[in-house]
């Protein structure tokens, strides 16, 4: 058991030391663009941006910010090979011009959920060629209502668009083969992020993966909102674990809600060479391919992600 214990230990330190020795530069891309404040997304709406809700549709019909049209979760995701999968491009088209959205249209998105939902409908339009710039509402629907939004519960009338998709842009998106060839021979500058709980990660990991939890990128406060910290604390927190814009970056969670949340942090933060594992632990798990379960004695819990 010590033997084991050890073994763990040596592990993670090789995983970390492999990471701040293989990504060591920190010339960072554009930053502070993506992601917003309530008054910044106040003035984008000002300029003639859309405002779009990202909350599930029951909420959305409870309450929301006047004039947004909603795009949920569900409408943009599948069930297939594993839930929570990203939908083709046929149904993102028929979901964004429903929304009375265009491929060109600049959006501000905001949600009720941590950034996660408004972060998984940004990655999606963007994996899929959204032209028009996209921003997200930092804290969303509660910091918008504390800069003085309206919200109501009248559902605008939109006037169904033609929404052109693009090409899957594969640079976004990893696959388990990718990983898999990683595990044994990794690339030099390659690091994958598990940025589930403690408990999740706990209970089993894919074999290599650094953790840093999702939460770990915002300041948590469910009566305020919960927001993104600033770009200079993310990017301590990532280059304090030797993670810089040279690594080649892979997010997953248990089905890629949370991985999104993150790649908007560091997309935020002027990191561009990131990928999301769609399938996540999910498809990893269901497919009994390898897991690393480090020698600690926590409790594991299931997360979900529809309110974490």
């Not at 500058?189 to 990660?201: K, S």
């Not at 209970?203 to 993966?209: F, K, M, T, W």
């Not at 814009?245 to 990131?274: D, F, H, Q």
Request: hydrophobic fraction near 40%; charge should be negative; glycine fraction near 6%.
């Amino acid at each position: 058991m010590k033997i084991n214990k050890l073994y763990s230990v040596f592990l993670m330190l090789l995983v970390l030391l492999l990471a701040a020795a293989s990504c060591s530069v920190t010339d960072y891309s554009e930053s502070d663009t993506l992601i917003v404040s309530a008054e910044e997304a106040v003035e984008k709406l000002g300029e003639g941006y859309t405002l779009v809700d990202a909350q599930k549709r029951t909420s959305y019909e409870k309450k929301h910010i006047e004039g947004a049209v909603n795009i949920e979760r569900k409408a943009i995701m599948i069930k297939t090979p594993v839930p929570n999968t990203l939908a083709p491009p046929e149904i993102i088209a028929d979901a964004a011009g429903s929304a009375g959205l265009s491929e060109t249209t600049d959006i501000v998105i905001y949600d009720d959920n941590k950034n996660m939902d408004a972060s998984r409908l940004m990655w999606t339009l963007k994996i899929y060629g959204h032209k028009g710039d996209i921003v997200i509402v930092s804290g969303g629907i509660k910091t918008l209502e504390a800069e003085g939004m309206t919200v109501t519960t009248d559902i605008p009338s939109v006037a169904k668009t033609s929404y052109k998709t693009s090409a899957l842009d594969s640079s976004m998106l990893a696959t388990k083969e990718e990983i898999l060839s990683m595990i044994d021979d990794p690339a030099e500058n390659f690091v994958l992020i598990d940025v589930r709980t403690d408990e999740e990660y706990n209970a089993g990991n894919i074999p290599g993966s650094v953790h840093i939890n999702h939460e770990k990128n915002m300041f948590i406060n469910k009566d305020k909102g919960t927001t993104f910290r600033p770009v200079s604390h993310n990017r301590i927190l990532y280059k304090e674990m030797g993670i810089t814009p040279e690594c080649e970056i892979v997010m997953y969670c248990k089905s890629s809600v949370r991985a999104a949340n993150t790649y908007a942090a560091l997309y935020n933060a002027g990191y561009r060479n990131l990928k999301v594992y769609d399938g996540a632990w999910l498809e990893w798990s269901k497919e009994k391919l390898p897991v690393f379960k480090p020698e600690v004695k926590i409790k594991a819990t299931a997360a979900s992600e529809d309110n974490s």
